[in-house]
């Protein structure tokens, strides 16, 4: 693709202005919608009067607001953890980790279609980078059984992979690993959305603490804007002494800081908000399941669907088109190269939306004459 997409407008909070047209929005990653809750946006409001828009310096300078450790407090807390860092995104949270834990990992793991800001963050190791076959845990044993026993082992992988929704096995690559082996989990868009008190990925497997350290976004579940590492002190002051991607970038905007303080506020205090994420996200799988759909079996709120053919493609965006539905057809790196429809369910969307989406993606093929058979994803 050599052109940007054209601009999309929001228009409410789950529709878009799209070419003159308002449409409802499943696209991107605001799965709670924070980034348009009045009580993110008054915050964000009141943080702008205070501290102005950008804190204009790296945190190592003279860049660290009073907004930023908070947030690094209540980060910690929420997600019981000894550490938080906040870095100006999850690109470079990743990149920030692995410039301080180089030297630390003689290899690496790597799932093979780990999320590209973890492909280049690996680069930045000085280690020995082996991918392993897409969450597989026998792959990983096999390869592992090639290193010897005072190999420092790293595995890296996303907790929920962005393109279709799948869960890494983490419980099960922590069975197969060396038990001094260390997990790097970047749970970008499993945290908040999953796992018994929306901890992520980890909580969901049931992941010990030990040797397990995590990066984050606040653009998805959080709504607002930066990066952050979960990880013991230790960890964290290696981040803060090695790395110059985190020495030399500006934070979060102090505005993002404080709505992103006051998002995880409202997911630790109002547990009703992930209850209709989650009764959404069940209700869309099973009835696009029941249709014929192989999807993911996943509690991540992103269904994603790859048309077979051009026509197909046409036939669906139609389909969604006639429903009010933004047609969210996206290329991704790492995604198929004909591109696929990645819809993002968030807890805010009406009952009436999510029936409107289900009947554009279930009468697929049968308006059509053809085998009258749901696109099924392509696997
Ligand atoms: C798995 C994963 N890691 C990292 C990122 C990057 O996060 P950010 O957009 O905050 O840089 C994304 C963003 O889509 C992602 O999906």
Same mark, same amino acid.
């Given at each position: 693709?050599?052109?940007?997409?054209?601009?999309?407008?929001?228009?409410?909070?789950?529709?878009?202005?799209?070419?003159?047209?308002?449409?409802?929005?499943?696209?991107?990653?605001?799965?709670?919608?924070?980034?348009?809750?009045?009580?993110?946006?008054?915050?964000?409001?009141?943080?702008?009067?205070?501290?102005?828009?950008?804190?204009?310096?790296?945190?190592?300078?003279?860049?660290?607001?009073?907004?930023?450790?908070?947030?690094?407090?209540?980060?910690?807390?929420?997600?019981?953890?000894?550490?938080?860092?906040?870095?100006?995104?999850?690109?470079?949270?990743?990149?920030?980790?692995?410039?301080?834990?180089?030297?630390?990992?003689?290899?690496?793991?790597?799932?093979?279609?780990?999320?590209?800001?973890?492909?280049?963050?690996?680069?930045?190791?000085?280690?020995?980078?082996?991918?392993?076959?897409?969450?597989?845990?026998?792959?990983?044993?096999?390869?592992?059984?090639?290193?010897?026993?005072?190999?420092?082992?790293?595995?890296?992988?996303?907790?929920?992979?962005?393109?279709?929704?799948?869960?890494?096995?983490?419980?099960?690559?922590?069975?197969?690993?060396?038990?001094?082996?260390?997990?790097?989990?970047?749970?970008?868009?499993?945290?908040?959305?999953?796992?018994?008190?929306?901890?992520?990925?980890?909580?969901? #497997?049931?992941?010990?603490?030990?040797?397990?350290?995590?990066?984050?976004?606040?653009?998805?579940?959080?709504?607002?804007?930066?990066?952050?590492?979960?990880?013991?002190?230790?960890?964290?002051?290696?981040?803060?002494?090695?790395?110059?991607?985190?020495?030399?970038?500006?934070?979060?905007?102090?505005?993002?800081?404080?709505?992103?303080? #006051?998002?995880?506020?409202?997911?630790?205090?109002?547990?009703?908000?992930?209850?209709?994420?989650?009764?959404?996200?069940?209700?869309?799988?099973?009835?696009?399941?029941?249709?014929?759909?192989?999807?993911?079996?996943?509690?991540?709120?992103?269904?994603?669907?790859?048309?077979?053919?051009?026509?197909?493609?046409?036939? @669906?965006?139609?389909?969604?088109?006639? #429903?009010?539905?933004?047609?969210?057809?996206?290329?991704?790196?790492?995604?198929?190269?004909?591109?696929?429809?990645?819809?993002?369910?968030?807890?805010?969307?009406?009952?009436?939306?999510?029936?409107?989406?289900?009947?554009? @993606?279930?009468?697929?093929?049968?308006?059509?004459?053809?085998?009258?058979?749901?696109?099924?994803?392509?696997?």
């Amino acid at each position: 693709m050599n052109q940007l997409p054209p601009p999309l407008s929001p228009a409410g909070r789950t529709r878009v202005l799209s070419e003159g047209r308002r449409l409802v929005y499943f696209g991107g990653c605001d799965y709670f919608r924070m980034a348009s809750n009045p009580a993110t946006l008054k915050a964000a409001a009141q943080a702008a009067r205070l501290h102005g828009l950008s804190i204009g310096a790296s945190r190592m300078t003279t860049g660290n607001s009073p907004l930023l450790v908070e947030l690094e407090r209540e980060l910690a807390a929420f997600f019981k953890v000894p550490q938080a860092l906040v870095t100006p995104t999850g690109s470079t949270a990743n990149a920030c980790l692995a410039e301080g834990l180089a030297g630390e990992f003689t290899h690496v793991f790597l799932d093979e279609r780990a999320h590209a800001s973890l492909q280049d963050a690996v680069i930045r190791m000085d280690c020995r980078v082996i991918r392993f076959a897409h969450r597989d845990p026998r792959d990983l044993e096999r390869r592992q059984a090639r290193l010897v026993e005072s190999h420092r082992i790293l595995l890296i992988t996303d907790g929920v992979f962005p393109l279709d929704g799948a869960i890494a096995p983490l419980a099960a690559y922590r069975k197969v690993l060396r038990r001094a082996a260390w997990m790097w989990v970047d749970d970008c868009h499993g945290a908040g959305t999953v796992g018994e008190t929306g901890t992520g990925t980890t909580e969901l #497997e049931g992941i010990p603490a030990a040797r397990l350290v995590r990066t984050l976004t606040l653009s998805k579940a959080f709504g607002t804007y930066g990066g952050v590492i979960l990880a013991s002190k230790a960890i964290v002051g290696r981040v803060v002494r090695e790395s110059r991607t985190f020495a030399t970038g500006t934070p979060p905007p102090a505005p993002c800081a404080a709505a992103a303080l #006051e998002a995880l506020r409202l997911l630790r205090t109002d547990p009703t908000i992930r209850q209709r994420l989650a009764a959404t996200v069940l209700r869309v799988k099973s009835a696009l399941t029941a249709a014929g759909y192989r999807l993911e079996p996943s509690p991540a709120p992103i269904v994603s669907i790859v048309p077979k053919t051009p026509g197909k493609r046409q036939e @669906l965006e139609r389909n969604l088109l006639a #429903e009010g539905i933004h047609p969210s057809f996206i290329r991704y790196p790492g995604g198929p190269p004909q591109g696929l429809f990645r819809f993002a369910l968030s807890s805010e969307h009406s009952p009436a939306q999510v029936t409107a989406l289900i009947r554009a @993606l279930t009468t697929t093929g049968k308006e059509e004459g053809t085998d009258g058979t749901p696109s099924p994803t392509d696997e």
